[in-house]
């Protein structure tokens, strides 16, 4: 047992300093990537965009919001009806900017729960996916149907169409070239 113990001491301490020399020998590999704008391939965006919408063939400004879960679009006149037996929802988005209205009928792709702030209780929202374009990327994502009367922007991006497309930089607004957006001002950052 002894000899067993004194073996083992003796490779460790023999045997390590040839292990050691054998790993600084032959370094691992390591790709090395370049910096950018763009970080693998993700957009840099700004705090509002413009968003195309291809199902309406209209555009939107968007305000970005990394601190919101899920994407929401200003619609009005929400009634949830039955296709076929699967829950389908009639509504009217508005583009207060285009001071134009786009009544649509969409399969529900989901029901989001909303907690109001400051009350008790949830409020039932349905979300329909629909595919949403920032500059030359188009992606699809299940949109809130709310009312955002009051709100400067008549959609909300939210972190589920950002994540793995686009990172936020707050200091910038209007970056990307969507088709069909107005030309941003650069005086007056819009």
Known sequence: MHSDIRLVLTLLVFG????????????????????STAVYETLVIGEAE???IPVLDVV???????????????????????RDGKPWVRFVVKNPGLKKKYPLEMPVARIAKIKKRGEDGETERPAVELDLTLGEATKPV?????DR???????????????GLAIVDVSKKYTQ?????PVPDKKRGK
């Open 16 to 35: 390590l300093p040839v292990a050691a020399s054998l790993q600084a020998a032959d370094p691992p590999k390591v790709k090395r990537v370049e910096t």
């Open 50 to 52: 413009y968003i195309r």
């Open 177 to 181: 070239k969507t088709p069909g957006a």
């Open 142 to 146: 299940k949109v809130n149907l709310a």
């Open 60 to 82: 939107f400004k968007a305000r970005i919001d990394t601190g919101a879960t899920t994407t929401s679009i200003h619609a009005t006149d929400i009634e949830m009806f039955e």
């Open 149 to 163: 009367k009051g709100f400067e922007y008549p959609l909300l991006i939210g972190r589920d169409f950002l994540r």
